[in-house]
C-alpha cells in the first residue's frame, strides 16, 4: 500500500510538472509581453518631446500616492507622474524648489497627460535620472513579472489602463 501511495505520488509530481513545461512552451515567444500582443506598445520612444523648467514642488513618499514633480514651465505650472517611489529614493532622486530640471517625455497613448517620463536631468548638476528603457517599458518595475524591458505591464505609472484592441 505505501509503495503504491509513493508511485502515485511520484506519478503526479511528474504529471504536474510536464504540464507546467507544456503551459510554458504554448504561450511562445511573446508571452508576457503584456499589451504589446499585435497592438503595439503604449508608449512610443521614437515621439519625443522635451520639457525645461524649474522645480516647484515634488511631493512623493509611502502612503503619500504617486511621485510628482511639479514644475514651472513659461510661467505655467505642469504636474508630471514619475512612477515608483522606492526606485527614485533608491536613485537618491529629491529635487528641490528651485532646481533647474530638464525632461525627456515620450508619447503615451493610454496616459491622460499623453506622455511619460523617460528620464531628468538635473541642469545645474548634469545627473540624469532614467525611468525608460529604450524600448520604453518602466525601468523601475523590474524583473518581478511586472514591467521591466521587453514587458509594458505597468507601463504608465499615471495607472492608465493598456489600449483596448482595435
Not at 515634488?58 to 504617486?66: A, K
Not at 522606492?86 to 537618491?92: E, G, P, T, V
Not at 528651485?98 to 541642469?123: F, K, S, T
Request: proline share 9%.
Amino acid at each position: 500500500m505505501r509503495k503504491n501511495l509513493m508511485t502515485l505520488a511520484t506519478l503526479l509530481t511528474a504529471a504536474a510538472l510536464a504540464g507546467s513545461v507544456l503551459a510554458q512552451q504554448e504561450r511562445g515567444p511573446a508571452a508576457g509581453a503584456g499589451p504589446m500582443g499585435g497592438t503595439g506598445p503604449q508608449v512610443d520612444p521614437a515621439k519625443v518631446t522635451n520639457v525645461t523648467g524649474e522645480v516647484v514642488k515634488f511631493t512623493g513618499g509611502p502612503g503619500q500616492g504617486r511621485p510628482t514633480l511639479v514644475l514651472s514651465v513659461g510661467g505655467k505650472e505642469e504636474s508630471y507622474v514619475l512612477g515608483s517611489w522606492r526606485y527614485l529614493a533608491a536613485q537618491k532622486f529629491s529635487p528641490a524648489a528651485g532646481d533647474h530640471l530638464h525632461l525627456v517625455l515620450w508619447a503615451c497613448a493610454a496616459c491622460p497627460q499623453g506622455n511619460v517620463v523617460a528620464e531628468i536631468q538635473n541642469v545645474r548638476t548634469g545627473e540624469v535620472l532614467k525611468l525608460r528603457a529604450a524600448d520604453g517599458s518602466p525601468i523601475f518595475a523590474g524583473r518581478g513579472g511586472r514591467g521591466g524591458p521587453g514587458s509594458f505591464e505597468g507601463c504608465c505609472p499615471c495607472g492608465a489602463p493598456p489600449p483596448a484592441a482595435p
